[in-house]
């Protein structure tokens, strides 16, 4: 009896492990800021729409986690024949929500231990290129945070209908660390224990644009 309830907790146990390790994706590749994309001369501008864009993101804990969202504030995309040519966004670092309303959490995001919005209210994102890799569509741009700047690559789709466009990531990983966010982090202090917080942040981003 005792064998077979230890062969059953041994299955739950390699459940949940190949659970968990499907939920995180790999960190994408972080270098140095890059020259940004220049638009073609017969580019047409799409400005974003605020309303229906957003960024999704998920911290992890050795406890647990944490998702929510941030808005983006602002921003435009220079298309040429249906093809993305450059273009930037804005995000609003005031913005910062927790899924369950978690006003203590929020809070704290905010503060000068995490992203210290008083001081960089704002973020931002600037293409730099997107290509074919493997099958997949790449989307590379310099992500400024805390006024660091790392370029970053990531799998996109786009879409087109009418006057709208629409770019939408699948589920990406950062390492906060190379943007200098410090708060609960391995990667700057030694004594934390059990009680650090995961550098690495999952991100999800959708775009919507239309054309002037």
Known sequence: MKKQFLNIFTVI????????CKNKTEEVTTSHAEIAMTAKQDAVKYVVSVEESTIEWQGFKPTGSHKGSINIASGEFNVSENEI???SFLIDMNSIKESESNARLEGHLKSADFFDVEKFPNSSFEI????E???????????????????????????HE???LTLSSEVFTINRSRW?????????FDDLG???????????????????
Do not use: C
């Open 162 to 164: 009418n006057d709208a």
């Open 13 to 20: 146990a390699l459940g949940v492990a190949i659970i968990g």
């Open 180 to 188: 200098n966010v410090r708060y609960g982090s391995k990667s700057f």
């Open 128 to 131: 730099t290129s997107l290509e």
């Open 85 to 87: 040519h450059g273009g």
């Open 194 to 212: 059990d009680k650090f917080i995961n550098d690495n942040i999952e991100l999800k981003i959708t775009v919507k644009a239309k054309k002037v």
């Open 133 to 159: 890799k493997d099958g997949q569509t790449m989307l590379s741009g310099n992500l400024t945070i805390k006024d660091m700047e790392n370029n970053i690559s990531f799998p996109v789709t786009t879409a």
